[in-house]
């Protein structure tokens, strides 16, 4: 329904701003606004993730989150970039509504991967503790913008990538994965727990492990 309204509104906006400028600049903003909200409420198709219940480990979520993050900057992956932000439902970045604090770590070796996120999250669940990592991949508000026009269902994604960039990308997971994984296991010793019985293998179409 928004995207009929985003098309009505910008045909007739064009009409009226030619025979009657005042209410074809209305109806162009309108047209823009409804853009903006179906570009900023678009979800994220989630294309990886891996989780774990850890046991008794209420409260290790700041543990969880900086270990990782230590243990990736000391793997010294090219142009990686990491970032602690408030995230909604969407996993769009927000600071209204239900929100849960995430690490997000982005590739920039690669133009093409920017648009591939990891959103990396650790949070009570009782007295354990839930950690899980979800690979992402959300147009950018250009890429977005097209795939509004009508007949565009795609402009970019997983399948455009030729070999050395799904090479780069699946490095780039990997080393998060291996880095998150790392630090639950350091967690897990430290409370007598046994990491060896931790199931590694993702669940997505990398089929990292």
């Not at 047209?31 to 993730?49: E, H, Q, S």
């Not at 992402?136 to 097209?146: C, N, Q, S």
Request: charged share 20%; with cysteine.
């Amino acid at each position: 329904m928004l995207r009929l309204g985003i098309y009505f509104h910008v045909f007739f906006g064009m009409i009226f701003l030619f025979l009657f400028p005042p209410i074809g600049v209305l109806f162009l903003g309108v047209g823009f606004l409804l853009i903006i909200i179906v570009i900023g409420t678009k979800k994220a198709d989630i294309l990886d993730n891996w989780s774990i219940l850890i046991q008794n480990a209420h409260g290790q979520r700041d543990t969880i989150i900086s270990t990782t993050k230590e243990l990736i900057a000391e793997s010294k992956a090219p142009s990686v970039m990491l970032s602690d932000e408030k995230v909604g439902p969407s996993l769009a970045l927000t600071s209204f509504g239900e929100t849960r604090d995430f690490l997000i770590v982005t590739n920039r070796v690669n133009p093409k991967l920017s648009n591939f996120k990891v959103f990396v999250n650790a949070n009570d669940y009782g007295e354990h503790l839930f950690v899980d990592w979800n690979l992402t991949y959300r147009p950018d508000f250009l890429h977005a913008l097209v795939m509004l026009l009508p007949g565009v269902k795609k402009i970019a994604c997983i399948e455009d990538l030729n070999l050395f960039d799904k090479q780069d990308l699946t490095a780039y997971v990997t080393d998060v994965h291996n880095r998150l994984n790392e630090a639950v296991g350091k967690l897990m010793l430290d409370m007598n727990q046994d990491p060896s019985k931790i199931d590694r293998k993702a669940r997505g179409f990398l089929g990292i492990s």
